[in-house]
């Protein structure tokens, strides 16, 4: 078995148009999108530029377009693409400016990290967490900051709204009773994150590979706020 797979490529040093450029591999059992990556980096182009770290799943750095869905290059498996599509068309994350190929800049996003503070803050010391507390807060916490939601929210678009990541961070921080913030959080949700401008179409839930769910948490935050 083969795969066909269209891949997004564009090198502003090279001072040429972005293109999409195909390349045909033979299928190995269990193989991700990643192994491809590494593949056509090894077989036809060593400058091709992409991002990974763990390849399990849990840093977030691989995220891509595999036919217009944000995936983890790591996780997605070949196979049901060579069964089912004649081609797959590989891009950065939609919603991120490209720096080289599948690379794209997440400047944006850590710098809003920064300016929510989104790290426990004001600790009390000595909380206890009861079980069901605990749950709350692991909601939020599964989230590896992989950008597949924000890659897939109709409204970030919109330069106020915080987006569907940001939402998922503040609810964890909510939740938390260490964290001395509350009202604060909540004013930020509100007023520097728009919260109100989800349009609750749940898109970041069925893209999210941790099954965080942002738009639930999003909602859950919406009664956060008038608890
Ligand atoms: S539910 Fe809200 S945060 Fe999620 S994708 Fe839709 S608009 Fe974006
Ligand atoms: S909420 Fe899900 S999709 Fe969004 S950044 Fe976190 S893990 Fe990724
Ligand atoms: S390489 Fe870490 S999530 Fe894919």
Redesign the pocket.
């Known amino acids: 078995m083969e795969l066909k797979i269209k891949v997004f490529r564009y090198d502003p040093q090279r001072d040429e148009a972005p293109e999409f450029k195909e390349y045909k591999l033979h299928y190995e059992e269990g193989m991700t999108f990643l192994r491809a990556f590494h593949l056509i980096k090894e077989k036809y182009d060593e400058s091709f530029s992409f991002r990974h770290f763990c390849r399990a799943g849990i840093c977030g750095t691989c995220t891509v377009m595999v036919n217009g869905f944000p995936k983890l290059a790591c996780k997605e498996q070949v196979l049901p693409y060579v069964l089912f599509s004649n081609e797959v068309v590989i891009e950065p994350l939609a919603n991120f400016e490209v720096i080289k190929d599948l690379v794209v800049d997440n400047e944006a996003v850590i710098e809003r990290m920064r300016s929510f503070r989104t790290w426990v803050r004001g600790v009390q010391k000595e909380v206890s967490i009861p079980p069901e507390i605990n749950r709350l807060i692991e909601k939020g916490a599964d989230c590896i900051l992989c950008s597949a939601?924000q890659s897939?929210?109709?409204?970030?678009l919109e330069s106020g709204?915080a987006?569907?990541l940001f939402?998922a961070k503040l609810h964890r921080l909510l939740a938390d009773p260490r964290d001395g913030q509350r009202e604060f959080r909540l004013k930020e949700a509100l007023e520097m994150g728009n919260l109100y401008?989800?349009?609750?179409?749940?898109?970041?839930?069925n893209v999210c590979p941790k099954e965080v769910e942002?738009?639930t948490l999003?909602r859950e935050l919406m009664v956060f706020k008038d608890g």
């Open positions: 939601c897939y929210c109709p409204q970030v709204y987006g569907p939402f401008h989800c349009l609750s179409c749940n898109k970041c839930n942002p738009a999003i």
